[in-house]
């Protein structure tokens, strides 16, 4: 019979909702039956993508056994870290700070006040590797609330305290300098791998945002050695097994310092990040590889991510069926030489052997090899390896394919609509732009409610109950500011302002001007989330401060731009000291230097071929952050395009930056020199 997640629109609360455990969602409830049967919580955490969170559900939470004793002695409250990643922030840094590791799945015991006294992350159905068995686990904490109630109380009370006092506090009250950004390199310099690309060992992950401030810094001060390790680092990823060589996009790691075996779940945030990463890359550089790649990424978002209702689902998952009925990580993704021989026949089997690397020992488990350009030497005929290719794309799409989670969640849709809309833009391919204008037309009309607010998820045409956060605000205001900046609407610079005055009256401290992951009217949690650090996403903090520094740079708005700077005080306090987890704060501050340039590009009429080929020369300046707008003399889609004639009939450009202009242009030569001198 299901439980009470039957009802929920997660797919991985939906995962469970068939589970003997008596799961309860997130909620008042769940606590209030916990008060009201002297029991503690137990609260599990995860996503439906997490490889761990299927193997303990699996043992754990589908057995008989273990269920009835987590019904007897418990509420078990099931949360998708990325449906609720407020939940998640505040129980994960608990973990971290008993523990000194986190993860999911993530299990923590709390208190029916909701207050945490035990921690773990995965435990095994059995002793193993210094690990105690779940169920030991369970019968410590049910004997410990059961005989030292008010210890487990002290405990829990400790911690929430302890938590409480972690407020963050930085000196900087001010906006990093040149000083500050060239320390920023030189931390990054010291950490790159000069071998393999990237920073630091195994596992690794793509480094994107750290990318954008390297492409960034190279555009405003001409550092070799920041374009260099970006250059290095995409070039080492797009050849490696992190991207899936015949469909495009990458998994989330790599467990190797190479590059080669990936985690392989594929999620959206990571492609779309990427996704720009590339584009921006060949726009600073003209690489065949960076455009291959970005081109590659955009199409698989769109045929594998995209949604019957126009959004982007979150993620597929690592594990698929191989072929026997038992689920296998990498399963759908990885090649024997005797499968590529099926496929193939001999001579073509050898010769994609070679191209990819595909050999007898393998490169991953029981003799497969995941797909890789590992080649330097030898010619290959461009003709016959795309026929190749195509080959085993199809034939790979035969096989049983990874899980999908269609939960569209705002912040990933938001980060999806900037690299779409660009990569279209750059490349000529207007179905792109078309895909964004869907999934931005999606958010608009299903995550908005009528006071503007947005809602972080939305699954099948139903938004879902919870709110969103800093960082859905944050990352949709910059999707339809890149959304403005390419289609010449100016409809979507006026979303980006009203969930940015958000960002300004219910996420922003009004007296330090820092800011919150949590809404001042959101739900109380044991305390308000704050992070400004990026994980696999830009945090919250950096992307509020890029959209708002964006939308001054877009309308002169004074407060934007003062709230933008007070924020970036924090970036002036880490960015030196730990420049690999605030790399997205690190290209702001980079934008900030530079002015952000603002372009205004007019003629007699948007279709002109003259105009568009002015304004998609703006688009492709490398100045870092400038913002574009597009029109006709006299609209009033843009604040830039207000007095902007053309001159001698003909279409024109404008360029200004910290309230000097240069002289208009008509000449796409001259707005190239401009944008990328």
Known sequence: ?????????????????????????WSAEAFEEARKRGVPVLLSVGYSSCHWCHVMAHESFEDQATADYLNAHFVNVKVDREERPDVDAVYMEAVQAATGQGGWPMTVFLTPDAEPFYFGTYFPPAPRHGMPSFVQVLEGVHQAWTDRRDEVAEVAGKIVRDLSAREISYDAVDAPGEQELAQALLGLTREYDPQRGGFGGAPKFPPSMVIEFLLRHHARTGSEGALQMAQDTCERMGRGGIYDQLGGGFARYSV????????????????????????????ATGSELARRVA?????????????AEGGFASALDADSDDGTGKHVEGAYYVWTPQQLREVLGEEDAEAAAQYFGVTEEGTFEQGSSVLQLP???????????????RRLFDARALRPAPGRDDKVVAAWNGLAIAALAETGAYFDRPDLVDAALGAADLLVRLHLDDHA?????????????????????????????ALASVTGEGVWLDFAGILLDHVLARFTDPETGSLYDTASDAEQLIRRPQDPTDNATPSGWTAATGALLSYAAH????????????????????????????????????????????????????????????????????????????????SDEFPLLADRPLRDGAPTAYVCRNFTCDAPTTDPARLRATLNG
Not at 2 to 20: F, G, I, K, M, V
């Open 453 to 481: 607010r947005l809602a972080r998820t939305s699954k099948d045409g139903r938004a879902g109950a919870h709110t969103g956060v800093l960082e859905d605000y944050a990352d949709v205001a910059e999707g339809f500011l």
């Open 1 to 25: 019979m299901p439980n009470r997640l039957a009802h929920e629109t997660s797919p991985y609360l939906l995962q469970h909702a068939d589970n003997p455990v008596d799961w309860w969602p």
């Open 256 to 283: 190797d310092r190479d590059w080669t075996v990936p985690h392989f779940e594929k999620m959206l945030y990571d492609n779309a990040l990427l996704c720009r990463v590339y584009a921006h890359l060949w726009r």
């Open 375 to 389: 080649q330097t030497e030898g010619v290959f005929d461009a003709g016959r390896i795309d026929g190749i290719k």
């Open 555 to 634: 309308t002169g708005s004074e407060p934007h731009r003062a709230a933008a700077e007070k924020a970036l005080g924090v970036v002036k306090a880490l960015g030196p000291r730990v420049p690999r987890f605030i790399g997205w704060g690190l290209a702001v501050a980079e934008a900030r230097l530079d002015g952000p340039r603002e372009v205004a590009v007019v003629g007699a009429s948007t279709d002109d071929a003259d105009a568009r080929t002015l304004h998609r020369t703006a688009l492709l300046g490398t100045a870092p952050g400038a913002v574009v707008a597009y029109g006709t003399p006299g």
């Open 295 to 307: 081109l590659e990424t955009a199409d698989f978002m769109v045929r594998e991510l995209r949604t």
